[in-house]
């Protein structure tokens, strides 16, 4: 296949999914929920949006042209996270339109949806289905992108180190306040806090803010989220850390469905979201950089921050916003 007929075959699985009835919409959520879950019928079609949402012509072709990309046919194994729906279909994507082919090992918490999305590919444009294989068996491969925690990094390293690779770790992302957003602001904000209940990289899972900063006003605002509580797993986990905070008289907010606690920490555990004051944006860009590495997204009101997305576009990103900032397709294309 050509480099455009891939692109299209891309293309066209965007408009397979923009056309899915709500039967076929509703088999995928009970289909995904079944096998996990954590990934409700919400977190099932935010993340087809944001698939479908970028693969259209434009889009692609814009991307792929700042590449020297031609047909290499090595073989890539990926080996997939579960942590939210679809996460490893970026993986997929680059690789086979940097010309390769894709060795994929599924998680599985999240066959089915990528199962789906392999299959309606090979549907839409048959001739793609030699270039890709799913196996639960890694071998013969020419390099491998594996996702997943600080440890199984270190398993990754174990056995695929000797090939050249992306192996990625646990990483979370961040809000910066400034005291002057609005209840919309922080609507916004709490879609990047409480999407697939703060599983992703991409969830806020801290929060930098001005001394004195008024987090009575930012838990009011939060509180059309307060159906999170609906599910039983984040109800555990707010029920277990609220005990825990009690007793052992640890200072926190509590709004009734989230956690609110100051900490230098970075990752905070489901149903917390942690925080630190700030003095100025001197003291901010140092804390940042401190955690530079755990970082995987900063979001502020209306992008101001540099580097940063607007509140709400967290769990959106971009094709050339790659996970823990490594360029994916630059590394595939100079394989």
Known sequence: MTIKERVDAF??????????????REKLRTQARAENNWFTPEAVDTA????????????LEEWINKYPVKEKNKTIAVVMAGNVPAVGFHDLLCILLSGNNAMVRLS???APLLTFLIRSLVKVAPAIERKLQITDQLKDMDAVIATGSDNSSRYFDYYFGKYPHIIRKNRTSVGVLTGEETEDDIRQLGRDIFLYYGLGCRNVSKLFAPHEYNFSFLLNALEPFSTVMQHHKYHNNYDYNKSIYLVNKEHHLDNGFLLLKEDPQIV???SVLFYESYRNGQDLTAKLNEQENKIQCIVSKSGHWPGSAAYGKAQFPELDDYADGVDTMEFLTRL
């Open 268 to 270: 905070s555990p489901i």
């Open 11 to 24: 293309v066209k699985l965007g408009d397979l999914i923009r056309r899915l009835t709500e039967d076929e």
């Open 48 to 59: 087809l949006y944001g698939i479908e949402m970028n693969l259209y012509p434009d889009k």
């Open 108 to 110: 599985s918490k999240d």
